[in-house]
């Protein structure tokens, strides 16, 4: 039976390297995969993992339809035994749906990959609405630590190396993005606890290094002028 099959987990779960890893065990058979990826790091039209490794990839923006496109691949005389869909967690509902009919009405497998929450700790709709659909739900997050060491469950995103926990859903960051100040979008994972404290590495870095918060500027802080 054709499955849809959601891997489900945070950033840096190792999500991008298993979805290179299924393409390559299948295609080492004879199958051949049609593979999907939208906002990847190295670009559009692009499927990378974090240790290096790149493939083609269909790019699945706005208003793409998953199930036409496979439709006019097979109608064209194209074979597709599989479907790859990174990045899952941007698609809409009605892609998601479109990935399942892929499974339902040709057969087909599809594996999609993706972040469950954002960084607020909300579900991403994509995510949602895979999690409705799914056949099988793949847990990946026993892959990812916050620097605590205890198993990374929630994104965080930091603007100029603060934790913020408001502002819109999708921002690609992760190195050279920018805020709407300017500042420097990143992301980094972590467990609930210190997500819920807003620790990220470096806030608790500096937090050990300066156990005690020196006034500067303020009206009790010592005066250092020699005049
Ligand atoms: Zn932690």
Not at 183 to 209: D, I, K, P
Request: hydrophobic share 40%; with cysteine.
């Amino acid at each position: 039976m054709p499955e849809l099959v959601f891997f489900a987990g945070t950033m840096d779960c190792g999500k991008s390297t298993l979805a290179l890893q299924i393409q390559h065990n299948r295609s080492a058979r004879g199958l051949s995969g049609m593979i999907f990826t939208r906002n990847d790091r190295a670009g559009e039209g692009r499927l990378s993992s974090r240790l290096g490794l790149v493939t083609e990839a269909v790019e699945a923006g706005e208003g793409f339809d998953f199930h036409a496109h496979l439709v006019g691949h097979l109608t064209a005389g194209g074979r597709t035994d599989y479907v790859i869909a990174d990045e899952a967690q941007f698609l809409s509902s009605e892609q998601v749906d479109q990935l399942a009919c892929i499974v339902d009405d040709l057969g087909i497998d599809v594996f999609a990959f993706g972040i469950t929450t954002d960084f607020r700790t909300r579900l991403f709709p994509g995510s949602q609405r895979l999690i409705e659909l799914a056949d099988r739900i793949e847990s990946l997050q026993v892959e990812a630590l916050c620097w605590c060491g205890a198993r990374a469950t929630h994104n965080a995103r930091t603007i100029g190396g603060k934790m913020v926990v408001e502002g819109a859903q999708v921002v690609v960051g992760d190195v050279g993005g920018a805020g709407a100040s300017g500042e420097e979008v990143g992301y980094e994972v972590l467990c609930r606890r210190h997500h819920r404290r807003r620790l990220t590495a470096a806030t608790a870095r500096a937090g050990a290094l300066s156990p005690e918060v020196l006034p500067v500027d303020g009206a009790d802080a010592p005066s250092l002028s020699r005049g």
